[in-house]
């Protein structure tokens, strides 16, 4: 039975800069609970959090990885560290959000970034998506102009797919599903400048 069958599933945000702000900003706006952790003492960032909302959970990388929905927005250096938190990954489905700036395709094996930290989490369904937007765009009431706000999603499983796309809904945007990591993850990918010349725009879907 899928998750969605069975229970509500809990979600964790591993990251507190801009990126895992703005996406903290989107489950507070939406009344949906989420934890959130850095490296540091989760007391550190309690009122930081607090300011966002009342659901955001400061709490240990540990604790936060129980979580079923995990969103590395983590600096894509700092993935690596992120996956050594647990011995497996399965039964997680991690959102990728890091963009690989600047990482030269041979430092990944020449795989696309998003199979690339796909297999650093071992047993996991990964989803690469919401990294097309600067912080300042994803920060917003994505319900704009009469429309929503576009985030595309990309990933080798379909359930898990899925499953970040009805997330994506909840959380008031527009998903727009590209297929798998390779072909899909690859038509997000930063690469280099013109990369975000091409799609750092602030897309709007209107239905
Ligand atoms: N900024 C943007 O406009 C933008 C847009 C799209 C995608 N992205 C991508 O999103 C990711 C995050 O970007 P950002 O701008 O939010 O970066 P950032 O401001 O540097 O924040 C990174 C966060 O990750 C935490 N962190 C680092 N290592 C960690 C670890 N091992 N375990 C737990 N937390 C850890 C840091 O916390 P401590 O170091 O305090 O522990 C910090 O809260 C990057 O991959 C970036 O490429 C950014």
Same mark, same amino acid.
């Given at each position: 039975?899928?998750r ?8 964790a945000?591993?990251g $507190? ?6 996406? %903290?900003?989107?489950f507070?706006?939406?009344g949906?609970?989420?934890?959130? %952790? ?25 604790? %936060?990885?129980?979580?079923?929905i995990?969103?590395?927005a ?12 647990l011995?497996?990954?399965?039964? *997680? ?5 890091t ?7 041979? *430092? ?12 650093a $989490? ?16 994803? =920060? ?15 990933? =080798? ?33 930063a690469?280099g ?14 239905d």
């Amino acid at each position: 039975m899928s998750r969605s069958e069975n229970k509500v599933a809990s979600y964790a945000i591993i990251g $507190f800069g801009s990126i895992g702000k703005a996406l %903290a900003r989107a489950f507070a706006r939406n009344g949906i609970d989420v934890s959130v %952790a850095t490296t540091h003492d989760p007391e550190s960032f309690a009122s930081a959090a607090a300011a966002i909302g009342p659901g955001l959970i400061p709490t240990t990388l540990a604790e %936060a990885v129980k979580a079923d929905i995990i969103f590395l927005a983590v600096r894509f250096e700092s993935h690596p560290d992120v996956a050594k938190a647990l011995p497996t990954w399965l039964g *997680k489905t991690i959102v990728d959000v890091t963009n690989a700036y600047g990482v030269p395709p041979e *430092k990944m094996g020449g795989m696309p970034s998003a199979r690339f930290v796909a297999q650093a $989490f071992t047993g996991g369904k990964l989803v690469k998506g919401f990294n097309h937007l600067g912080a300042a765009i994803l =920060d917003q009431d994505p319900a704009v102009h009469g429309g929503r706000r576009v985030v595309f999603l990309a990933s =080798d499983d379909d359930g898990a797919a899925a499953e970040i796309g009805a997330l994506a809904e909840n959380l008031g945007f527009s998903p727009i599903q590209l297929g798998g990591l390779s072909e899909g993850g690859l038509l997000v990918q930063a690469r280099g400048n013109s990369w975000g010349q091409l799609i750092f725009k602030d897309l709007v879907r209107f239905d």
